[in-house]
Structure formats: structure tokens, C-alpha cells
């Protein structure tokens, strides 16, 4: 299948079924259909989240405090551990976002961590008409 499927729910359920019952991602690979790469990514997800981890895919924008970004970091960076390790330790459902905040630690410490303010700057009291 092309980059970027969303596979439907049902699918997601029986790979759920087949990691709690104790099967391997190449397994689930197999029985489902699917590629490699996205049974062992929902693979990870299991394994720090459970089923809900698999089954939500992606629907709601987890959100981590500071303190858990830089344990994470931490933990893996400087203490070693391996990406797998500290999403179950953190139950953080995405390899992407650890490996996101490894570089911006990386690049600009700490501080890389904090919120970013999204969307569009509001505008300036300058720039409006009376």
C-alpha cells in the first residue's frame, strides 16, 4: 500500500487481538496484509499504550509536559535506553515524537522541549485602523 493509508478500524482491531494475544509483528504483518513497517510500528504503540494506542492511530494529539519530554530525552540520550524502552516506561504511543525531541534537545537544550505557540501570530496593534 501507498504512504500515508489509514487502515479502518477493523483492521486495527484484529491487530490489536493478535498483539494481546502474543503475536509478533511480522506475524500480524502476514495475517493482515499490511507492511512490515506499520505492524511494527503499531507494534511499539502496543507495547507502550495497549490496544487503545493501536486503535486510536492517530485521532487525538497527545500532549506531554516538560518534565516528561526531558526525562525522556534523558533516559534515552544519556542513560542510554532504547526508543522501545522509554515509550513503555512514558507510555508515549509514537517513536516520531521521542526522536523529535532528541534533535531539538540536541540543538537547543532544554529550552527546544517547551510549547511552541502554533498557528497564525496574531497581529499587531501597529499594523490595525482606528
Do not use: N
Amino acid at each position: 500500500m501507498a504512504r500515508g493509508v489509514r487502515y479502518d478500524d477493523d483492521v486495527r482491531r484484529r491487530a490489536a487481538e493478535l498483539f494481546e494475544a502474543g503475536a509478533g509483528h511480522r506475524l500480524v504483518a502476514a495475517a493482515l496484509e499490511i507492511p512490515d513497517a506499520t505492524a511494527r510500528q503499531w507494534s511499539r504503540a502496543f507495547s507502550a499504550g495497549g490496544a487503545d494506542a493501536v486503535l486510536g492511530g492517530g485521532s487525538r494529539r497527545m500532549t506531554y509536559d516538560l518534565e516528561t519530554k526531558l526525562d525522556a530525552v534523558r533516559d534515552h540520550l544519556d542513560r542510554g535506553k532504547s526508543i522501545r524502552e522509554v515509550m513503555v516506561k512514558y507510555h508515549i504511543a509514537s517513536e516520531s515524537s521521542i526522536k523529535l525531541w532528541c534533535r531539538a534537545y540536541r540543538r537547543e537544550g532544554a529550552e527546544g522541549l517547551e510549547p511552541k505557540r502554533r498557528g497564525r501570530p496574531p497581529k499587531s496593534e501597529a499594523g490595525t485602523r482606528a
